[in-house]
């Protein structure tokens, strides 16, 4: 890239997709960098790595990665079918890249997730039901191959502003999220044996965020 990576260039990007799906669905696809820190997500992942995305929704962030970030290949899962066929419309009219997506049975991660490089889970974890989101966490940890990286983003529990996000959730989503702090997921994460290489976090509106990047020995 001859410039740094904007959400200017994000939004361009996604306005100019062809992009047929219900009404939210379209939403998200083509607005969300406004109030998600894509741009600093892109920029952790490597060229030539191989990319999963765990929660994928309809392919656009890994449509972003793709075009943005250059993998060697992309893999998604979601749980739910129809955001699984939204995934494999966009990259079969967009992506020149190997690709896979799947639909996740929320029980046992796929054995394709121990090849990636590098795996994003993007606002997945408030989604978990709160009893199992600790093993939710060290399961996939434990899936992913010696060298890999894990990249945590979700909404910061502990702040005050989460109560914006359990709104957002509630009218996009239907439920009420069930946040937790970055401290909470930190510590999961270093009972598994990761070694956290960064932590941060961003406000962007009114949502607070957190990034977690974590390796595996």
């Known amino acids: 890239?001859?410039?740094?990576?904007?959400?200017?260039?994000?939004?361009?990007?996604?306005?100019?997709?062809?992009?047929?799906?219900?009404?939210?669905?379209?939403?998200?696809?083509y607005y969300r960098p406004i109030i998600c820190p894509f741009v600093d997500l892109i920029e952790l992942a490597k060229q030539g790595e191989k990319i999963g995305d765990i929660g994928?929704?309809?392919?656009?962030?890994?449509?972003?990665?793709?075009?943005?970030?250059?993998?060697?290949?992309?893999y998604g899962i979601e749980i739910t079918e129809r955001l699984?066929?939204?995934?494999?419309?966009?990259?079969?009219?967009?992506s020149k890249t190997p690709y896979s997506f799947e639909q996740y049975n929320g029980v046992e991660f796929p054995a394709a997730v121990s090849e990636m490089d590098v795996l994003f889970l993007?606002?997945?974890?408030?989604?978990?039901?709160p009893a199992n989101?600790?093993?939710?966490?060290?399961?996939?940890f434990y899936k992913m191959k010696p060298g890999a990286r894990l990249i945590v983003k979700d909404i910061d529990g502990s702040s005050p502003l989460v109560y914006f996000n359990k709104l957002h959730d509630t009218i996009f989503a239907g439920e009420r999220g069930n946040e937790r702090s970055v401290s909470e997921v930190t510590r999961w994460l270093e009972q598994s044996g990761a070694q956290i290489i960064q932590s941060t976090k961003k406000r962007m509106y009114v949502y607070p965020h957190y990034t977690i990047v974590a390796s595996k020995q």
């Open 56 to 74: 994928c929704g309809s392919g656009q962030f890994c449509l972003l990665l793709d075009h943005f970030a250059k993998p060697s290949y992309i």
């Open 133 to 140: 989101q600790e093993q939710f966490v060290k399961d996939l």
């Open 1 to 29: 890239m001859a410039h740094s990576l904007t959400n200017k260039d994000l939004l361009q990007y996604l306005k100019s997709l062809q992009f047929s799906s219900g009404l939210f669905d379209r939403l998200k696809v």
């Open 84 to 94: 699984v066929d939204n995934a494999h419309q966009l990259f079969s009219k967009y």
């Open 122 to 129: 993007n606002d997945v974890l408030h989604h978990v039901p």
